[in-house]
C-alpha cells in the first residue's frame, strides 16, 4: 500500500512515453489501463495491463518483477530514478505477454 498517495496525471505520462510504448497512450484513452493502489496481485481479465502503484525501492521493485515474469503475464517495473520515461511513483506494472509480443511484432514489421 502506498502510504502517501501523490497525485499523479496519468494522462500526461502515458502520452509522455508514446514514443516508446506506442500502444499504451489509446489503452490508456479507451480505459484499458488500470492503476491499483494495492500489492495483492489480480487477474488482467479485460484489462490490457495494470500499474500497482507500490512505495518500495528500484531494488526491491525490480525483484518483484523478477520473480512475477512468467506464465501468461509480463511483468515490468519502473521507478522515478528510473530515466526520462520512468513512471512518476514506484510501480510493478502487469502486461499480458501475447498481446505485448503480437504489438512488438506488429512495431518491428511497420519498422519501429
Same mark, same amino acid.
Given at each position: 500500500?502506498?502510504?502517501?498517495?501523490?497525485?499523479?496525471?496519468?494522462?500526461?505520462?502515458?502520452?509522455?512515453?508514446?514514443?516508446?510504448? &506506442?500502444w499504451?497512450w489509446? !489503452?490508456?484513452?479507451q480505459?484499458? *489501463?488500470? $492503476?491499483v493502489?494495492?500489492?495483492?496481485?489480480r &487477474?488482467?481479465?479485460?484489462y !490490457?495491463?495494470r500499474?500497482y502503484? *507500490?512505495? $518500495?525501492?528500484?531494488?526491491r521493485?525490480k525483484r518483484l518483477?523478477?520473480?512475477?515474469d512468467?506464465g501468461?503475464?509480463e511483468w515490468?517495473?519502473s521507478?522515478?530514478?528510473y530515466g526520462?520515461y520512468?513512471?512518476?511513483?514506484p510501480c510493478l506494472i502487469?502486461?499480458d505477454?501475447?498481446?505485448l509480443?503480437?504489438?512488438?511484432?506488429?512495431?518491428?514489421?511497420?519498422?519501429h
Amino acid at each position: 500500500m502506498v502510504r502517501n498517495r501523490q497525485s499523479v496525471d496519468w494522462s500526461l505520462y502515458f502520452l509522455k512515453i508514446k514514443p516508446v510504448c &506506442p500502444w499504451s497512450w489509446a !489503452a490508456w484513452q479507451q480505459g484499458q *489501463i488500470e $492503476i491499483v493502489y494495492t500489492r495483492r496481485i489480480r &487477474p488482467l481479465g479485460a484489462y !490490457a495491463a495494470r500499474v500497482y502503484v *507500490i512505495d $518500495i525501492s528500484k531494488r526491491r521493485l525490480k525483484r518483484l518483477a523478477v520473480l512475477r515474469d512468467h506464465g501468461e503475464d509480463e511483468w515490468l517495473w519502473s521507478h522515478p530514478e528510473y530515466g526520462p520515461y520512468a513512471t512518476p511513483v514506484p510501480c510493478l506494472i502487469q502486461q499480458d505477454r501475447e498481446r505485448l509480443n503480437t504489438i512488438r511484432k506488429q512495431l518491428m514489421l511497420a519498422g519501429h
